[in-house]
């Protein structure tokens, strides 16, 4: 008996010193599931989102969401929620109507779609027309500052208030002398776009209770909301709720601007820009400390720098694979002409040449990667619709 128990008590002597040891070297190392996870490779737990809707705002990165959106439905055999007919947008500036989308019925009988990405003024009743109960919602903010001086080069002879002004920095000095938001629709890419974007109303008065409720309505409606400054960190974030794999958001920016078509504004003007835009600055204050507090809880700083690098190490990968000279090309050097992005305004935008001798394989993920935002609507709408005509890019007929 007296045996018996010394056996019992060095069996459980034993299995605590094991138990402490492991622990022990756990903290030393420092290692946790959430870091492993990454590194090796794994996806979240449970089958990956396909119905998303993304809120693609004006001048912020949204375009490279879209390809990578774009890729993610053509890989997975998706349907996506196209512009109907000949268009390019789901009706924008005026807000979204579900008849704007291709095979979308007016009776309310239409079909529903997996993916929708296109550009478009944010009208939840008619959106949820189109798109299934479980939709993922989310879309991207810039800081206004940078986004308004993009849209000023960019949208620069569209737009009635930017067109008569000899600068933005003159724009921005008085911005009432250019601006009358009765004038024209298209004055709304003038301030507060991105507040534009999401369905409110650009000229508001910026009122404490009134901003508050408009920050609430999209917090309740959108499951998150990334920042165009942190990129990498938004796609690890949105790898991380979609439960996608990494290739499914490694991405190489599109609709990027040369150096030299990028104004640099005046400390005065950037203060300016923040008043003018200023329910655009409060939304981005306000998603700019909900996306951080989001990585806080969910990923934690360790695992956020695991993720981030792994990314961009596989953007390298792909980019000496794919890219010829791995950089962006402006419009006179791009050798294929249906991958030339649509340039528009006072800015160069860029575009990408592949490089030469790529397998069949190699060559199609290459090519979905560095297509434009035309070129690739008009792709998936050809391969969605093959009975209806192809949309016509014009500028590429040239």
């Given amino acids: 008996m007296l045996s018996l128990l010394g056996s019992s008590r060095r069996c459980f002597w034993i299995l605590l010193l094991l138990t402490l040891s492991v622990l022990l070297l756990a903290g030393l190392l420092r290692v946790d599931t959430d870091t492993l996870t990454p590194l090796l490779g794994g996806r979240a737990e449970g089958h990956p989102v396909t119905n998303v809707m993304f809120l693609k705002t004006h001048k912020t990165a949204s375009s490279t969401v879209l390809n990578?959106?774009?890729r993610f439905a053509e890989t997975h055999n998706l349907s996506v929620a196209l512009p109907a007919g000949s268009r390019f947008h789901l009706g924008y500036p005026w807000l979204f109507l579900a008849r704007y989308v291709e095979g979308a019925g007016p009776d309310g009988s239409q079909r529903r779609f997996n993916i929708m990405c296109n550009h478009l003024r944010f009208n939840l009743p008619e959106v949820q027309k189109v798109m299934p109960n479980d939709t993922f919602y989310f879309s991207i903010l810039r800081n206004p500052v940078f986004q308004l001086e993009s849209s000023f080069a960019y949208y620069r002879s569209y737009v009635p208030a930017f067109r008569a002004a000899p600068s933005l920095d003159a724009f921005l000095a008085a911005p009432h002398a250019f601006y009358n938001w009765s004038q024209s629709l298209n004055n709304a890419y003038a301030r507060n776009h991105m507040w534009f974007d999401l369905g409110f109303d650009p000229a508001a008065v910026a009122a404490e209770s009134y901003v508050r409720a408009r920050l609430a309505e999209v917090e309740r409606r959108f499951q998150l909301v990334l920042i165009a400054e942190h990129f990498d960190e938004s796609m690890v974030l949105l790898r991380h709720r979609l439960r996608w794999?990494?290739?499914d958001v490694v991405s190489f920016r599109l609709n990027l601007r040369s150096?030299?078509?990028v104004a640099s504004l005046t400390p005065e003007s950037q203060e300016r820009a923040k008043h003018w835009c200023a329910l655009d600055w409060r939304l981005y204050q306000h998603f700019n400390r909900t996306f951080w507090a989001s990585v806080r809880a969910e990923l934690g700083p360790r695992r956020l720098r695991a993720e981030v690098a792994r990314l961009r190490a596989r953007r390298r990968e792909l980019t000496g694979l794919c890219l010829q000279d791995s950089v962006?090309?402006?419009?006179?050097?791009?050798t294929d002409r249906k991958l030339l992005p649509y340039q528009s305004g006072e800015a160069d935008?860029?575009?990408?040449n592949l490089r030469q001798g790529l397998d069949d394989e190699t060559l199609r993920m290459c090519r979905r990667m560095v297509m434009p935002e035309l070129q690739?609507?008009?792709h998936l709408y050809s391969l969605q619709f093959p009975q209806k005509p192809p949309k016509n890019i014009t500028f590429l007929e040239a």
């Fill in 68 to 70: 990578i959106l774009f």
């Fill in 245 to 247: 794999r990494l290739d």
């Fill in 259 to 261: 150096p030299r078509s």
């Fill in 328 to 334: 962006p090309k402006n419009k006179t050097q791009i």
């Fill in 349 to 352: 935008i860029l575009g990408y």
């Fill in 376 to 378: 690739y609507m008009a």
